[in-house]
């Protein structure tokens, strides 16, 4: 079983609706430690254009494991952990902290 953490960075094989295949997209782990195979993951993009409240853009993308410059965006998806490929890396100290502010205002916590 695999051994995945909050503030992992994934690859996640999202599939279509229609079931017809999956598209592969990067994502960070925000769950903690749960006896559920069932993850809370918050959505990653290239497309730094039209941000909205709670979006920013990482900081240490390449430390993080990322190919290119990443934004998180607002989102909050359960995905079963047999969809993550791969984990790529883990969130550096700033930008958890500024995942962990973005969860606290989109869900009003």
């Known amino acids: ?8 960075v994934v690859l996640v094989a999202y599939p279509f609706s229609e079931r017809t295949g999956s598209k592969v997209r990067p994502a960070v782990i ?3 430690p749960h006896r559920s195979r069932d993850l809370f993951v918050v ?15 990482l ?3 390449q ?7 990443s934004v998180v965006k607002r989102g909050l998806f359960t995905v079963h952990e047999s969809f993550i490929l791969k984990r790529v890396g883990t969130l550096g100290t700033m930008d ?10 989109w869900l009003h916590l």
């Open 1 to 8: 079983m695999p051994n995945f953490s909050r503030n992992d």
């Open 30 to 32: 925000v769950s903690g």
């Open 43 to 57: 959505p990653l993009t290239s497309r730094a254009d039209r941000l909205v409240e709670g979006e920013f853009s």
């Open 59 to 61: 900081a240490e993308w």
């Open 63 to 69: 430390n993080a494991g990322l190919n290119m410059a």
């Open 96 to 105: 958890t902290r500024q995942i962990d502010e973005s969860l606290r205002t």
